[in-house]
């Protein structure tokens, strides 16, 4: 394959760097883990604490923008609050998509207690109010109609 003496010592150079090459990458993306999209959440950057909003107008745009026009936006309620921390340091655990019955009830347990209660429904609040659309005149309100009649 090699005719030469040098011809085959070229091939275990380039091989040698190669595999240096590949060994490099890997390190870099395993000591510097900030560089990946899915490390994002695990910033140490206090500026970025607590604020999901500046990187998901980017990330997910629609979502954010849902967020930001809805009751917890107009209120504050930070991503943190339903989501947890992306670091794991907050008092629930980080969640993409979290747990309604463990999530909602923080806040709204009268709410959902009256609506199993009341109805049998389940804390299943996202089948009736989108998490990031529940705008402040939200369509559930709208749909309800009055038990008592007028005479």
């Known amino acids: 394959m090699f005719k030469t003496k040098t011809g085959k010592w070229s091939a275990v150079a380039l091989l040698a760097v190669i595999i240096v090459a ?8 395993a000591a510097f883990p900030e560089n990946r999209c ?9 500026k970025m604490a607590g604020d999901c909003y500046a990187c ?3 990330a997910t745009p629609k979502i954010a923008q849902d967020w930001y026009e809805g009751k917890h936006g ?20 980080f969640a993409a998509n979290p747990d ?22 389940r804390a299943q609040c996202n089948e009736c109010h989108p998490y990031h659309q529940n705008s402040i005149h ?7 109609q009055s ?3 007028l005479d």
Not at 79 to 91: W, Y
Not at 101 to 121: I, S
Request: glycine content about 8%; overall charge positive; proline content about 4%.
């Open 22 to 29: 590949v060994g490099g990458y890997a390190y870099v993306m």
């Open 38 to 46: 899915e490390a994002k959440h695990l910033t140490d950057e206090t």
């Open 56 to 58: 998901h107008v980017k």
């Open 74 to 93: 107009v209120l504050l309620v930070k991503c943190f609050v339903c989501h947890g921390q992306p670091d794991g340091k907050g008092a629930i655990e």
């Open 100 to 121: 309604p019955d463990t999530v909602c009830r923080k806040c709204h347990d009268p709410a959902v207690n009256r609506m199993q209660e009341k109805y049998g429904l």
């Open 138 to 144: 939200h369509e559930a309100f709208q749909k309800t």
């Open 147 to 149: 038990k008592k009649t």
